[in-house]
């Protein structure tokens, strides 16, 4: 045989009148039900087991230099007035993240000028080179002039000319 | 100064039985008046009269500490988040509003901590998370009256009941801990937990549900 009560409407009141918070004639009501429900006479006792197992862990005493601790941290904290309550001002709060991606953002720009100013791409690197070569070979070429010898450009076929 | 209701609007069962989560309507009045007058030392405290906020933490200290242990079933460090409640509730004095109650928006600092820590410590988790000492056993306070096997068998008990609330998920083991220890309604725990009482009911009665399949053999 059913119970004619509803799972929820149940449940609250095996709920209440475990914690005994059902008023006197909702108590003796459901008390009566539950004689002739045994769905509900078994969940209630659950309940009360439940209930009883709760009611024995008991918390554990408080430190007794706890508000001593406590005076402390708030000597310690800035008093939220002028401009520290600006920052603590909830209305700031969102713009955070949008000043912290704007920060990056600046700081990248800088590094990657700096970057290029001290790293000059490869092509104009090879083109130094070869200026430079072409520089040294031209003071060799006057050094031999001056010591005599023939600095006519001899292509390897030719013999050379003594 | 606004007092919120104690479970005015809680849900009527389709069967005929009044569901009152409260307390009997005496003992409901003596603990608004003593709510008003949270929120009342709350707004002093805000005008400037610091000696009102220590007022509040006597109060108030002992019930977030043993909730926050509770949910993060470890002393040390349920007391470091209940000296970040306090802090909170300190720097945020000059925008309090009494639009809600003061232990209301004191245990929503709370279980927002809670649940961070719960959240950001799963991975780190460890047999310290059950608050043992280095020799493994079970940090509790010892009862005089009870003989060795007693206490032995006390402490078995106690182990199975914080593992079984180790394993609720993080938010149906807040809603249970407000409304077994803290003795709070469907609404104020919706209030805290910022859902509908339908929403609190439901994280509850799964909870319970959860909680009978693993303990009810203790009866």
Known sequence: MGCSLTKSAAEELIVGYAAGTLDPAARAEFGQHVISCGSCRELLAQQSAVWSALDQWQPLPVSPDFDGKLADRIARSPRASGWNSIFVNWTWRPLIPLAAACAILVFALLLTNSTQLNNPPPGNRSTLRIEQQVERALDDMDLLKQVGADVSIVSPAQPQKI | ?219
């Open chain 2, 1 to 219: 100064m606004d007092s919120d209701h104690l479970d005015s609007s809680a849900a009527q069962p389709s069967w005929n039985p009044r569901v009152n989560n409260s307390k009997t309507a005496e003992a409901s009045k003596t603990s608004e008046r003593l709510l008003d007058r949270d929120a009342g030392l709350m707004l002093r405290v805000r005008e400037g009269e610091e000696a009102c906020f220590a007022v509040l933490v006597e109060r108030h200290r002992n019930a977030v500490i043993h909730y926050l242990y509770r949910m993060v079933l470890n002393q040390a460090v349920a007391e470091e988040l209940a000296q970040e409640v306090f802090l909170r509730v300190y720097r945020f004095r000059a925008t309090y509003e009494a639009t809600a109650k003061f232990t209301t928006w004191m245990f929503r600092i709370a279980t927002h901590l809670a649940l961070n820590w719960i959240r950001d410590g799963r991975h780190e988790k460890t047999q310290e998370s059950l608050d043992r000492d280095g020799d493994g056993a079970v940090k509790q306070v010892r009862d005089r009256c009870r003989t060795v096997e007693q206490e032995m068998l006390y402490q078995a008990k106690l182990r199975e009941v914080r593992q079984a609330i180790e394993q609720l998920p993080s938010k149906q083991r807040a809603a249970v801990m407000m409304h077994k220890y803290e003795e709070l309604g469907y609404a104020e725990i919706a209030n805290v937990l910022r859902c509908s009482e339908s929403a609190v009911k439901s994280l509850l009665f799964r909870a319970y549900e959860s909680l009978r399949i693993r303990l009810a053999h203790m009866a």
